[in-house]
């Protein structure tokens, strides 16, 4: 059973940092492309950050610039690391990573972690 584990979340004041992890266990794979999504309390799940496999990235306008998505193939894991955090960047983030066994890729959803910013 293939599980996809996101952390590295929790509670840091307007200005600080965290940096986020996203990894996959169970069964021999490949990470392929993934996603971050964040979730606000009441509110839609977004995406906000994505990197290919060959290691293309995009952001959203509301993280561009503050947030970094990086990969290490070696230890099939992605990244995301979030400077300058805001209020507003309160949430829950979820890693959405597309894992190949050799034999078919589909996508899998973490449980998310939660990232709380204070004033």
């Known amino acids: 059973q293939v599980q996809v584990v996101e952390s590295g979340g929790g509670l840091v004041q307007a200005g600080g940092s965290l940096n986020l992890s996203c990894t996959a266990s169970g069964s021999a794979h490949r990470m392929l492309g993934v996603d971050w999504y964040r979730q606000a309390p009441g509110k839609e799940r977004v995406n906000i950050a994505r990197?290919?496999?060959?290691?293309?990235?995009t952001y959203s306008s509301s993280v561009k610039g503050r947030f970094t998505i990086s990969r290490d193939h070696a230890k099939d894991t992605v990244y995301l690391q979030m400077h300058g955090l805001q209020p507003e960047d309160t949430g829950t983030y979820f890693c959405?990573?597309?894992?190949?066994?050799?034999?078919?890729?589909?996508?899998?959803w973490g449980q998310g972690t939660q990232v709380t910013v204070s004033l």
């Open positions: 959405y990573a597309e894992l190949d066994n050799g034999a078919i890729a589909r996508p899998y």
């Open positions: 990197i290919s496999s060959g290691g293309f990235t």
